[in-house]
Structures are given as structure tokens and as C-alpha cells.
């Protein structure tokens, strides 16, 4: 019975350690020019240094990216987002935006960096 | 041993060995499964909170690049250009796994992306990007 008891403490001990990881999923684009990956069909947001958030030639906020790319899925439901970050912008508002693509209902996101 | 085996009437003597052995077997095994199972990073950052995070099944191979451009892998900082040959290493070992580049919010996105492409490099390609589960705004 002791052998068993410490098997089951050992079992629990192991499952314990099984720790997921938790994580965005992202693609990198293949090609030399990131523009033109993923069949020129992804609609391009930037994300500069100083933190503003382009999308269409306009700023827009943090908040408004969800709006704006569920318009995108509404028109185009195949589109993907290709994030277009400077290689200075903070990986956390990067990850915001990808956060707010993927609420958006875009889950095909591509990131790449210029500058 | 011989020299207990010519005394008389102690039935049970030494101890069993059997049961002992169990046991070290099964330490053994513990200790061989904690080792290869998660590639810590070895540093801690501040991640990104997201809403939209999701598990990553045997995402194992963590990377972390702190804010200031370092890049831990394996519990040890290690170069940029390390990181291609320790990706391909680990990928050999264990194809299945998967890497979760775990930035810090302040880390450049310039440094993230060429640490993915390394690993793309190294030949992973999934690649997922750190994140904690948002805790209400």
C-alpha cells in the first residue's frame, strides 16, 4: 500500500509539472518583402516606435483596432492582418494589437519589423 | 552474506531489497521526466497581458528577451546567433516541441522578430508569442 501511495504522490507531483504554456500564435512572413506575403491579400497595421498604431493611413487607437479589423473580417472574412511593426515599437503593444486582431476575429496574423 | 546463511533459524534476514529498488526506479523516472520537460528560460519578465491567449500544447522551449535586448534560453543568456544552433539542437532531440518567445513588454520588437526567425531558422515553425492571461482592466 505504501508503494502505491507514494506511486499516486509521484503521479500527482508529475502532472503538476506539466505546465502549458501560455502564448499568441503569430506568422513570420517567408519572403524577402513582407508586403507582398500571404498573396498580397493581408491589410497592413503599423505599429511605430512612439507607439501610434496605423491602420489605412490614419492613427487610431488601441481600442479602435478591434472595430476596425472586424469591419476588415466583414468585408473580406479571408483577409489576414500583417503586422508591420518598427524594430523599436514595444513587443507589448505589438502584442496588444495582436491581441485586439485576434478579438477581432482575425487569428491569420503575420508580424515583421522594418526600420 | 555466506557467513548469515550458516546461522541457524533467522529466517528473515538482510533487508529486501525489492521494494527499496521500486522506489529509486521511480525517483529515477521522476527525476529523468521534470528534466526534459519544460526548457525554462531562466529569467523573469514582465509578459504582455492578451485576452485572446491560448494554451500552447508541448510549447516547451521557452526563450525570454528581457527589455534590454538579453536573451535567456536554458536558464543562460545566451547570443542571437546561439540561438539558431540551440533551437536545432532541441528540435532534434524532441521534434514535436514548439517555442513561445516570452518578451518582455518593453523589449524591442526589432530583437523579437529576429529571435523568431532563428527559430524558424533552427527549424521550428510554430512559433508563439508570450503572453499572460489579461486580469480585467
Do not use: C
Not at chain 1, 10 to 31: D, W, Y
Not at chain 2, 79 to 106: F, G, Y
Amino acid at each position: 500500500m505504501l508503494d502505491f501511495v507514494l506511486n499516486l504522490l509521484i503521479f500527482f507531483i508529475i502532472t503538476a509539472v506539466f505546465i502549458k504554456e501560455l502564448g499568441l500564435m503569430v506568422n513570420r512572413p517567408s519572403g524577402a518583402d513582407p508586403t507582398q506575403a500571404s498573396g498580397g491579400n493581408s491589410v497592413p497595421v503599423h505599429v511605430l516606435a512612439n507607439g501610434e498604431i496605423w491602420i489605412d493611413n490614419r492613427v487610431v487607437d488601441l481600442r479602435a483596432v478591434r472595430a476596425n479589423v472586424e469591419r476588415m473580417f466583414a468585408t473580406n472574412p479571408k483577409s489576414g492582418v500583417l503586422v508591420i511593426a518598427d524594430k523599436d515599437a514595444e513587443t507589448g503593444l505589438v502584442v496588444q494589437v495582436v491581441d485586439q486582431i485576434h478579438l477581432g476575429g482575425i487569428y491569420n496574423v503575420t508580424f515583421s519589423t522594418t526600420g | 552474506m555466506k557467513a548469515k546463511h550458516h546461522e541457524p533459524e533467522s529466517g528473515e534476514h538482510g533487508i529486501d531489497l525489492a521494494p527499496m529498488l521500486d522506489f529509486v526506479l521511480n525517483l529515477l523516472i521522476f527525476f529523468i521526466i521534470t528534466t526534459s520537460f519544460v526548457k525554462e528560460a531562466g529569467v523573469v519578465v514582465s509578459r504582455p497581458n492578451a485576452d485572446t491567449v491560448e494554451y500552447k500544447e508541448s510549447g516547451n522551449i521557452l526563450i525570454a528577451v528581457r527589455e534590454n535586448g538579453d536573451i535567456w534560453m536554458d536558464r543562460r543568456q545566451v547570443d542571437l546567433r546561439d540561438v539558431r544552433t540551440l533551437v536545432e539542437r532541441l528540435h532534434v532531440e524532441r521534434p514535436e516541441d514548439t517555442a513561445v518567445i516570452v518578451a518582455d513588454k518593453a523589449a524591442h520588437a526589432g530583437i523579437v522578430a529576429q529571435v523568431m526567425d532563428e527559430v524558424h531558422l533552427g527549424g521550428i515553425r510554430d512559433v508563439a508569442l508570450g503572453a499572460a492571461p489579461a486580469t480585467g482592466e
